[in-house]
């Protein structure tokens, strides 16, 4: 099964700089979605965008879509220490197929 | 509080020793998954399971087996024909099995072989 790329693999900033993420995949997807994982933590479930919407916001996160370039992003806006964690794209195809990318990396410095 | 709970959080096991993973999940949740972490990897799926008493198996099956006796219970054998089994284990439940059901885990277990 085809899973999502996120990109950067690694990402630094600094504490209240905005953190863009990007997932890419190739085939069609049902919707996606985002999780975070603390390290050595359970993933908690962040936002969900289906594949008719172009973008949805939740607080400081903002989630778009794009279906024609199979792109997705995830903007963290005025970054805290408490977002450093990694985040995963998580692609819908099908009932029951739920496939993880290998995530993206963040760390929030004060 | 409802959530799902995993234990233990830390186990050790020698080689060729069978263990078992519990996860068990107040939610009312209909599916159960399990899904392994490698380290700097994202999470793949051994095994699910949608209702009571039905399981599937996920993309990296083989050496684990499961069951699922009760919908709060779904917990995973890591046999001995798993041949590489030091990794994190990650239990999670949804409402349904439909598309697109929002996932919910647990905090995860942590399976070392020496």
């Known amino acids: 099964s085809q899973q999502g790329e996120e990109d950067p693999q690694a990402l630094s900033i600094q504490e209240g700089e905005n953190a863009t993420m990007n997932c890419s995949y190739k085939t069609s997807i049902n919707n996606l979605q985002w999780y975070r994982q603390n390290s050595g933590r359970g993933l908690v479930h962040l936002i969900l965008i289906r594949s008719n919407e172009r973008e949805k916001h939740s607080g400081r996160l903002r989630v778009t879509l794009d279906t024609s370039k199979k792109s997705s992003s995830l903007l963290i806006t005025a970054s805290r220490a408490a977002d450093t964690a990694s985040y995963f794209c998580?692609?819908?195809?099908?009932?029951?197929?739920?496939?993880f990318g290998q995530g993206t990396r963040l760390t929030i410095n004060p | 509080d409802g959530g799902i709970t995993q234990s233990p959080k830390y186990l050790f096991r020698k080689e060729g020793q069978n263990v078992t993973l519990s996860c068990e999940q107040n939610?009312?949740?209909?599916?159960m998954y399990w899904y392994r972490q490698d380290p700097g990897q994202g999470l793949r799926l051994i095994y699910y399971?949608?209702?009571?008493?039905?399981?599937q198996k996920g993309d990296i099956a083989e050496g684990y087996s499961v069951s699922r006796e009760k919908k709060e219970s779904f917990p995973l054998t890591v046999t001995s024909a798993q041949k590489n089994p030091t990794a994190f284990y990650l239990c999670?439940?949804?409402?349904?099995?439909?598309?697109?059901?929002?996932?919910?885990f647990g905090e995860g277990s942590r399976l070392t072989v020496l």
């Open positions: 939610l009312n949740h209909d599916a």
């Open positions: 998580v692609l819908i195809q099908g009932a029951q197929k739920l496939v």
């Open positions: 999670a439940s949804s409402k349904t099995g439909g598309i697109g059901g929002e996932l919910f």
């Open positions: 399971s949608q209702i009571v008493n039905d399981f």
